[in-house]
């Protein structure tokens, strides 16, 4: 069974930082492609951040400069570092795994940015 498990996210002042982090179980994490989505009520859930395999990324340009997407392929882990946070970065945050043409999914984990 594969699980995808998100912690890390609160709330936050805007300005701020978080770090979310994810541990994949079940597969073997080296050879998925890993990223980040968000996803606000009503809407489509978007890309924030993808990592390959080989550790190249891609960003959606609203991130560009503040979030950063790794891989530590020895915890099976992906995280996604975000800085200066603001009002409008205010979502639920999902794990996304892909191996090949199997996509798994976290639970989500909700980010707050607000005073």
């Known amino acids: 069974q594969v699980q995808l498990a998100e912690s890390g996210g609160g709330l936050v002042q805007p300005g701020g930082s978080l770090r979310l982090s994810c541990v994949v179980s079940g597969r073997p994490f080296r050879v998925a492609v890993m990223g980040w989505y968000h996803q606000t009520p009503g809407k489509e859930r978007e890309l924030v951040a993808r990592i390959s395999t080989v550790g190249t990324t891609n960003y959606a340009d609203s991130v560009k400069g503040r979030f950063t997407i790794s891989r530590d392929n020895a915890k099976n882990t992906v995280y996604l570092e975000m800085t200066s946070l603001k009002p409008e970065d205010t979502d639920v945050y999902y794990c996304?795994?892909?191996?090949?043409?199997?996509?798994?999914w976290g639970q989500g984990i909700q980010v707050t940015v607000s005073s």
């Open positions: 996304h795994g892909r191996w090949g043409t199997n996509v798994y």
